[in-house]
């Protein structure tokens, strides 16, 4: 059986163990895709999701697509 205090901590979006390098949160635990900054204004993606990886595959298609066709053009 899990501890109240385990539960809390898999949702305790500042437990350093969840940010990699400090900058990347993964959280399998967590079902938020969208997470808030560790530090600053804004909002990050939970990298243990998969959906998070589409979303940067899409983020990341965008500028690719654009060199492609400049070059080929």
Request: net charge negative.
């Amino acid at each position: 059986m899990f501890k109240l205090e385990t539960i809390m901590d898999d949702f305790n979006r500042q437990n350093d163990e969840f940010w990699k390098w400090g900058i990347l949160y993964y959280n399998p635990n967590d079902p938020s895709i969208w997470v808030d900054k560790r530090f600053g204004i804004g909002w990050t993606l939970n990298f243990a999701h998969k959906e998070s990886l589409v979303i940067i595959g899409m983020i990341l298609a965008i500028p690719i697509a654009f060199l492609v066709f400049t070059i080929l053009g």
